[in-house]
Structure formats: C-alpha cells, structure tokens
C-alpha cells in the first residue's frame, strides 16, 4: 500500500514537470514590459521560421503596428531590400505595411515547442536608454532570489518560474508531512509490539505483525525524507545558479499574501 502511494505520488510530479505549458507572451506582447522592450513573438514550422517571424513582430512594434504572434497566415508578403524589411501583414484593421529593419543586438529571449510541434519564439530589442535599468533590476532580481534560495520554491517564484516554484514546494512540503507521519506510525506500532505480553504463538504473531509495519513505516519515512532531501538539495542549487531570461525576472515580482484562515498562500507578480 505504502509503495503504491509512493509510486502514484512520483507519477503525479513527473507528469507534472513534463508539462508544456505556453508562456506568458504566447498570448501577444507583455504590457508590463513596454517601458523597457520593443517585442516581437511568431510561430512558425520550425524555430528558424518562429525566430524570423516574432523578429518581423518587432519592427511592427517599433513602427506602431502590434500583431499578436505573426505566423505564415497573417502575412501577405515579405520583402527584403537589404538590411530592410517591407511587410504586408493582415491585421484587424485590414492589411498595413511594416517597414523597418531589425536592429542588430535583437534577442530571442526564448522558443518554445507547442505540443502539436509549432515553434513559437520571443524577440526582444532594449529600449533606448534602458539597457543600464535593465541590468541593474536583473542583478538586483537575481540577487534577491539567491538569497531565498534557503526556502525550496521561494527563489524560483522569485525569478518569475510559478509553475517550478509551487512544485518545489509542494515536493518539499509532501516529503516533510510524510515524513513526520512515517515517523510517528513507526514509533506507534514499535510501541505496540513492544506491549505485546507472553510467548506464546498469538503473542508472537502479534509481535511480528506490529514489528512488520514498523519496519514498512521505517522505509516510507526514508523514501519522503530522501524525497525532501533530494527537493531541499534541488532547489538551492537552482535557485543559486538558474539564470531564467531576463525579461522572465523582469516581469514578475513575488508578494505572499495570506488568505482567509490562513489556508493558503495567494502569489501577486508585478514590475518594480
């Protein structure tokens, strides 16, 4: 029973750290971010095509055309004229034209693979006058989350990974309540053998089925402290030395705020 729960708990985190879960500029432009990034995210067959795509985004973006994640679909058609780019992109207010060329130093902060195996990608550009701020809130970000990193979780919610942080600390607290409870039945049935009196057959098979599921409790603390452990170990040395992309760590800033009865912990995100 014990190791089937064991086993059914590891599948549950695999599965949920196997997850593909879009990021935040999937959806179109960060909003947050429009005081420290020209942006630009498209999709596209292969990374290549995604990266070109969401560079196009953001010459528009630079030139006041917004397109959420240009794909193959929205454009009428491209034309280079050496380092300049003219584009016909269909857009709610019917077909405008991006002109404009892609500044050197444009970034692809990150791509990421849509399960059905499109690639989407994030291009970023500072924006004039920008570049110093933005690498004294990552250090200072950065900074920040090291320091946390003695809290499983805290230092990725830090740096803007939710998803990692709350498994982090989920893992670290299932593995310290296990534990704990492990420990305690142990101790309970090594008292109740212990109590057992006599020698006498139904005496010693009551000591051996207490002794049985002491030894069964023994091995299911290992197994939640190991799973402790190993989330404590994990997570400091993530959180000391992951470096997420810099407009991950610029996006989100963690504030806990307890609900009601204190049940549990509500994460508000939001720019310095």
Known sequence: MIYRLLSLLAVVFLA???GSTAPAWHGGFLDS????????T??????????????????????????????????KSVTENGNELVVEVFTSKGVETITGTVPPGTFIA???????????????????GQERRIEE????????????????????LTKGERQKGMRLLAAE???????????????????????VRGDGPNARDDRQYYDDWANRFYWGSVAFG?????????????????????????????????MPAGLALAFRYELD
Request: proline share 4%; glycine share 12%.
């Open 16 to 18: 949920g750290g196997c």
């Open 33 to 40: 971010l429009d005081d420290y990034y020209d942006q630009g």
């Open 42 to 75: 498209g999709g596209g067959a292969t990374k290549s095509a995604a990266d070109k795509n969401a560079k196009i985004a953001l010459v528009g973006y630079r030139e006041g055309i917004q397109v959420d994640n240009i794909t193959e679909d929205k454009l």
């Open 110 to 128: 990150q791509s990421w693979q849509h399960p059905s195996g499109t690639w989407w990608s994030y291009a970023t550009f500072p924006k004039s």
């Open 137 to 156: 809130m990552r250090d200072r970000r950065l900074g920040s989350a090291r320091l946390r990193s003695i809290i499983p979780g805290w230092a990725q």
């Open 173 to 195: 607290g299932l593995g310290l309540v296990g534990l704990a409870t492990f420990v305690i039945l142990q101790a309970d049935y090594e008292d109740r053998r212990d109590r």
């Open 226 to 258: 190991t799973l402790a452990g190993a989330t404590y170990i994990y997570s400091l040395v993530d959180g000391i030395t992951h470096i997420p992309p810099t407009y991950q760590l610029l996006l989100s800033k963690t504030h806990v705020q307890p």
